[in-house]
């Protein structure tokens, strides 16, 4: 490689692996006490799927790092570029699709099986579930691509006269540019409409592989990323405003705990009776729809519970507990404000430079490359944090609709009592809308990411596809996240303020 740029590829090996270090914590903090010793396969799986997230939103920095190996060459072809980026992103998104649409559900039906059933059983469920589900896969790709997996380039036929290499240049002047006796314009400014004409190519497979999954991680990630670049901010911003004034009384204490005592015998009542049915085989669409609602009850109740600890600490470091309590929410109401500037130079952006044709300004480009003629890396990492900000959206939206939709299973994350199955299910979410994520950024920030291998496979291939190409020109996908972000901006100034009152959650003394 001509231009080799060695630190390039050690910072790449570095920050891999302190992302597996870092995962591989996440995971042992955060599992449940029944998975330890155990779950091996789903836990390889978790950390795995999380590392090849984390590093898909970095390689989007990366690669425009690594086209400043050619930043001194006239085109991109005239250097050798230090790392492959284009196979290094068709290589990692089809790991992607694979982790997403069969290793994954694998995990989670093994991991959900009866647990009295043998293990040759559990694991022959769980295969004939990914086959079928591969089959349909295969079947709808193949028929998909052999129809429509071609892309469609708009592209305009110019010509020019000749004449000799002249011996000197006296001949072009401000008024005479282009070669041809008596041309005033070029061929460029002269051409008409009818010189425009369709090119049309197949499109190589993995790259059609990876335009159908971020079509399925666009449509999640307009509705989780718009609901949650909003509720992720507000909703730290709200929880300080609810926050527990003062200690409670004993009296109150015990007055609380009493009711619920008593909604945790109803809930369990209600568990035991969803297990007989389960055991008598009558698992219908009512009784998956109680075990929905139960589970958000149980939820529920553990947040009161939490809640009325925090306003009565107990113990010899009852007054730590509380000023702890104190200063977390401090910290929520610090890190909400931070957020919502995030969020709303996030949506600015969107409406700005990519809803407003022409752009009105090039914003968030323009910011990341003073900040990278401040600091050479400063830039780059700005970048990475709003891409990361966009995925932490994209979770705190699942949780708020999960929350209040009963068709939407939750999976909450919680330190030291996370089950596998709710591991894995975010970590699908996340490499799905990881892509959806990349191609959002790389369209967003065209200006500063411009020339990149992603700019080839997300802007011109992706935007280029018989049938997709649509949702794109006519930025569905942006206008969807903006309604959304400013219907959940909308809900909580009316009512973000008040405090919750679902049903069966009890209200707590304030």
């Not at 003062?246 to 297990?275: C, F, M, N, P, W």
Request: hydrophobic fraction near 50%; charge should be positive; glycine fraction near 6%.
């Amino acid at each position: 490689m001509g231009d080799f740029n060695l630190a390039l590829v050690l910072v790449a090996i570095i920050v891999s692996i302190i992302i597996f270090i870092f995962n591989i914590y996440l995971l042992i903090n955060y599992q449940h006490p029944d998975d330890k010793n155990q779950a091996y396969f789903p836990k390889f799986v978790v950390v795995f799927g999380l590392t090849v997230a984390f590093l898909s939103i970095l390689m989007l920095p990366a690669d425009v790092a690594n086209k400043q190996a050619c930043k001194h060459a006239i085109y991109n072809g005239a250097c050798n570029l230090t790392l492959p980026m284009k196979d290094l992103w068709l290589a990692i998104y089809i790991v992607d699709a694979v982790l997403v649409f069969f290793v994954i559900p694998f995990a989670m039906f093994y991991y959900e099986g009866d647990q009295d059933k043998s293990v040759g059983k559990r694991l022959k469920s769980a295969l004939a579930w990914v086959v079928t589900t591969a089959v349909v896969v295969a079947l709808v790709l193949g028929i998909l691509y052999g129809l429509v997996g071609k892309v469609d380039f708009t592209v305009r036929h110019l010509t020019s006269a000749t004449e000799s290499f002249p011996s000197t240049w006296s001949s072009f002047t401000s008024g005479q540019q282009c070669i041809g006796n008596g041309a005033r314009q070029c061929s460029a400014f002269v051409g008409n409409s009818s010189s425009e004409t369709t090119w049309t190519q197949r499109a190589t497979f993995p790259e059609y592989v990876v335009a159908l999954a971020t079509i399925v991680g666009s449509v999640l990630f307009s509705i989780f990323g718009g609901v949650g670049i909003a509720c992720l901010p507000l909703g730290l911003i709200f929880s300080f405003i609810r926050r527990p004034k003062a200690v409670i009384t004993r009296s109150q204490y015990i007055k609380e705990a009493t009711e619920l005592g008593k909604k945790a015998r109803e809930l369990k009542k209600a568990a035991d009776a969803l297990h007989q049915e389960e055991r008598s085989g009558s698992k219908g669409r009512k009784w998956r729809k109680n075990t929905k609602a139960l589970e958000k009850e149980l939820l529920l109740l553990e947040e009161d519970v939490k809640a009325l600890e925090e306003m009565y600490p107990q113990g010899e470091k009852a007054e730590t507990t509380w000023a702890m309590t104190v200063l977390g929410y401090l910290a929520k109401l610090v890190l909400g404000v931070l957020g919502l500037v995030v969020s709303i130079a996030w949506i600015a952006h969107i409406v700005i430079y990519l809803l407003i044709d022409p752009p009105l300004s090039s914003f968030l480009n323009e910011v990341f490359i003073k900040l990278d003629d401040i600091w050479g890396l400063l830039g780059t990492a700005a970048f990475a944090f709003f891409c990361m900000y966009l995925l932490l959206a994209v979770i705190a939206g699942a949780m708020m609709l999960g929350l209040r939709l009963v068709f939407v299973t939750i999976h909450p994350m919680k330190w030291g009592a996370t089950l596998m199955n709710s591991f894995l299910f975010n970590v699908g979410l996340i490499l799905l809308c990881s892509i959806s994520v990349i191609q959002f950024c790389s369209t967003a920030f065209a200006y500063y990411a411009q020339a990149t291998a992603a700019q080839e496979i997300f802007g011109h291939t992706l935007q280029s596809l018989r049938g997709i190409k649509y949702l794109y020109k006519y930025n569905v996908f942006q206008i969807a996240f903006i309604v959304l972000a400013g219907l959940t901006f909308v809900y909580y100034a009316a009512f973000g303020w008040r405090r919750k009152k679902p049903s069966g959650r009890f209200q707590l003394s304030s």
